[in-house]
């Protein structure tokens, strides 16, 4: 499997990752903006943006027109947007090809951005922010990146404040696009039942016409930390959660496979150290898990789960004894191979949709200028040696480094910064 890139004429690129196999195709734009590009008054434009290209062309004047044409043909459409990125895609049937590219194209240079709509949508999406902030589950990753990033725009809340939603209009959103939504700044990939020679012809029809120029590029991030970081956020609920994690390091390092192999054994799958310390011998969490997040500049190596308060202290502890072993101790062999034959096992996996497929190289093309293949990627995989993964931990797992964000009916934050230690 191997992805094609080429530029077109007004400078758009475009990837094509052919699956002969395939009877679908998933059309994914991406455009290399999101919420750090923001300035704090317009703070969740990007994400608003996104809903709005979905409210109307000239040619399809509804929602529901786009939907039902997309709904006509069994297809699949949405949207996304994150601190770096933003992606517009539809899976259909590869005989739709035509009319799948028609109605990405005219959402993403036709959209009327009309008043009435705008107004409108400014609700939904508060009521968007409004169900986050009552799933703890998920607020506590935004209050774990506001402490791992602060007042500056990798801290701030991808949907924007109810505050900041109000300063968005039309005026706002126009702007916006002329700052970002350029060819230089886009990737449009095909992957499915495609040849590149259809490709670039029907991305030259249908985006040929965009014209290119310089795009606004976001402020690196800034921050500093000498001792543990805990932020507590009270609210009275049923299971109390807690992101407890280190700042690593940034998208294309060339440690992330070590990085990623140390999550694999501490936190991903039902095996993994921490399920099952702290649930399956202790049975203090239904779920715990590890992510390792990357930036253009920044990163993080973070461990989740929820637990019933009263026992919050003791899953901590148990987690950060955990971070200590791995460091002291290292692993095994076992622990490491079957660490190894997991990821590569979930990459297989995750390439049986083109949407997927779509997403994995696109992503890669978008930010670091280059892809690996599945292959390049298990043999970085199989490098990995116990000691990397050792030397990793305690490089990474470092008392003045530790991050801890919680949510749950808890008043006295000093009590958790007094816990976070290693």
């Known amino acids: 499997m191997q992805a094609k890139v080429k530029k077109l004429r007004n400078n758009l690129s475009l990837m094509t990752v052919n699956l002969p196999a395939f009877k679908s195709v998933t059309i994914l734009v991406f455009v290399a903006t999101g919420s750090r590009y923001e300035i704090k008054r317009t703070n969740g434009i990007a994400h608003f943006a996104e809903h709005m290209f979905f409210k109307g062309t000239k040619k399809r004047p509804t929602a529901a027109d786009i939907s039902a044409t997309i709904d006509g043909i069994g297809g699949e459409f949405n949207a996304f947007t994150s601190k770096e990125y933003t992606g517009y895609y539809v899976k259909g049937s590869s005989q739709h ?68 939603l109000t300063n968005i209009n039309r005026d706002q959103f126009l702007g916006y696009l002329d700052d970002y939504y350029h060819p230089n700044n886009m990737l449009v990939v095909i992957a499915g039942d495609i040849t590149e020679e259809k490709a670039e ?30 932020r507590l956020f009270e609210k009275d609920t049923e299971q109390a959660h807690f992101c407890l994690g280190v700042r690593s390091l940034p998208l294309g390092n060339p440690d992330r496979y070590k990085i990623s192999v140390l999550n694999t ?3 991903a799958g039902m095996s993994s150290r921490l399920f099952l310390e702290v649930r399956e011998r202790r049975g203090l969490a239904y779920y715990v898990r590890g992510s390792v997040d990357e930036y253009l500049d920044a990163g993080a190596v973070t461990f989740q789960a929820g637990v019933e308060p009263k026992k919050i202290e003791e899953a901590i502890k148990v987690v950060l004894a955990e971070l200590n072993k791995i460091a002291e101790k290292g692993l095994s062999s076992v622990e490491l ?74 008043k006295d934050q000093e009590n958790f910064a007094s816990i976070t230690k290693l």
């Open 97 to 164: 090809l035509d009319l799948i590219m028609d109605v990405l194209s005219d959402m993403l240079l036709n959209s009327k951005f009309e008043q009435k709509e705008i107004d409108k949508e400014r609700g939904v999406i508060g009521e968007e922010l409004r169900m986050y902030l009552d799933q703890p589950m998920r607020y506590v990753a935004e209050i774990y990146e506001e402490l791992l990033y602060g007042d500056q725009p990798l801290g701030w809340d991808t949907v924007g404040t109810l505050e900041s």
């Open 201 to 230: 012809a029907l991305t030259d029809k249908y985006f040929g016409s965009l014209q290119d120029k310089e795009t606004k590029k976001f402020l690196p991030a800034k921050f500093s930390q000498a001792q543990p970081a805990v």
């Open 265 to 267: 054994v501490l936190g």
């Open 337 to 410: 191979n079957k660490a190894k034959e997991y990821m590569k096992g979930k990459l297989v996996l995750g390439l049986e949709d083109s949407r997927d497929v779509a997403m994995m190289f696109g992503l890669e093309q978008l930010l670091e200028k280059k892809t690996r293949t599945p292959e390049n990627i298990a043999s970085e995989i199989d490098k990995v040696r116990e000691e990397d993964v050792q030397e990793m931990a305690k490089n990474l797992f470092k008392n003045e480094g530790l991050n801890l964000a919680v949510i749950g009916p808890f």
